[in-house]
């Protein structure tokens, strides 16, 4: 009997583990906005300290070789969605709160692949990849294509940036808490309805928006805003309540999903602008709003985490932390990220930052953790966001069609540290291109301006061809085109052939 009883025991036990050996883990991509590679503790930040994505680092591996396609949002999103290096399509570059759909809706997208594996796919935050079919559209309807027609069954997300209108969230295809009788128009071209803006009411801004940097449209909380927007007043986000409504959904979405595999892209808000955080963040980084906001993102994290261990799934759930492009001060308002820097460093070693080709452009943090699975430690492998829909595709043992996702590579043993060898080539994209090949950069010689000026940020334009030591001089300080005519050649030729595939 006792013998019986032992023998279905283990029985049950190999079933079980059999089970749990084949179970496909979930997936987490969390999607920080303009957060940069020397932002966070673990990539050597000593003026702000983020235990909470530390933890993450520290249990999974940490890449210091990491890259979005792109120094803006926009095209950086794009390419992390198709696997299609942005700067391919035309109307790629940062859109309008009121721009249509630039994702195709025929094509493998990064959540389209996960469901067609069997997962749930959910998108929680910021959206900026454009709704609707056209410019002009009725918010009061049912707004579409978005997420929902590009891969993802449920999304809560808000349509571009924080600082632009309108300044609402949409579940699925509609606008949340829309009042009908109030309702929202949104133009870019010229004032609608009358809200006060802050061109004409300055004296109206609990934030103060930058000169000339044009964020002094519709005020909305006290917030002058890029765009017109009209109506939606019970619509309206609270500023300081955005990433706490963005963490309950993910939350909420995490729970629905526990007993089902699933892939969560969960994209914050923190630290682009407007840099307004929930009040028990304010004052507490003594860098300004800017470093506030990254104790609340850090903090939103260590959220997420406890409620993924709470639910038992830690062990079964890949989460991959990084960002769309790199970091930047005074972006359009008066926060204190310039007066009380306090020599911060958010660029980390590098040079330039959001918006710029200089590598703090494009090198962000990148962390994968998959306790149990992914043994802890650092990379250098170079790694690329274009890349994660190969990469996912090989864990999923699911086929790419051809056409579809040109430019990524599968990353999966790099990714899992089972490798320090990523991609061997490839393209950084600002206003110009570069190109990085065995820690050699070309950047291609372009016009305009040496440095963007209301954002302080060198751009790494040039008329002349530039060629940096990435190893010896990460910094980009010292151009080695004049001395190695035979590499800037070799570059510039393997940039034009990859550019004219
Ligand atoms: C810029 C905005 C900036 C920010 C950025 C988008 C001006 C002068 N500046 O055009 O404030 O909104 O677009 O940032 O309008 S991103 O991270 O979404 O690319
Ligand atoms: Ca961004």
Known sequence: MLKIFFGSG?????????????????????????LGYGDLSCYGATKLHTPNVDQLAKEGIRFTNAHATSSTCTP??????????????????ILPGDAALIIPTEKTTLPSLFR????????????????GEQVEKNWNGEVKPGPNETGFDYSFIFPATADRVPTVFLENHNVVALDKSDPIEVNYKEKVGNDPTGLEHPELLKLKSSPGQGHNQTIVNGIGRIGYMSGGHTARWTDEELSLTFLTKA??????????????????????????????????????????AILQLDWTIGELTKQIASLGLTGNTII???????PVLDDGYQDGAVTQLHGHTPWGPFRGGKYSIFEAGTRIPWIISWPGKIKPGVSTAMVCQVDMIQSFAHLLKQTIPDGDAPDSEN??????GKSQKGRSILIEHGNVLSIVQNNWKYIEPGKGPKLFGPVNIESGIDEQPQ????????????????????KVRELAGLLQEIRNK
């Open 76 to 93: 950086s999103r794009y390419a992390l969605m198709t696997g299609q290096y942005p700067w391919r399509k035309q109307g790629t570059g």
């Open 467 to 486: 060629l940096y030591d990435l190893e010896e001089d990460p910094g980009e300080k010292n151009n080695l085109a004049a001395q190695h005519p035979e």
């Open 320 to 326: 991959i932390f990084t960002s769309d492009n790199g």
């Open 411 to 416: 990353m999966w043993t790099a990714l899992t």
């Open 251 to 292: 939350k909420q979405f995490i729970r629905d999903n526990s007993k089902h595999p699933f892939f969560l892209y969960f994209t914050l808000t923190e630290p682009h602008v407007p840099r307004m955080p929930a009040t028990m963040f304010k004052d507490k980084s003594g860098l300004g709003l800017r470093g506030d």
């Open 10 to 34: 283990i029985l049950l036990f190999v079933c079980l583990n059999c089970f749990a050996q084949t179970k496909k883990p979930n997936v987490i991509v969390i999607y920080a906005d303009d």
């Open 116 to 131: 067609k594996a069997g997962y749930q796919t959910g998108i929680v935050g910021k959206w900026h990849l454009g709704l």
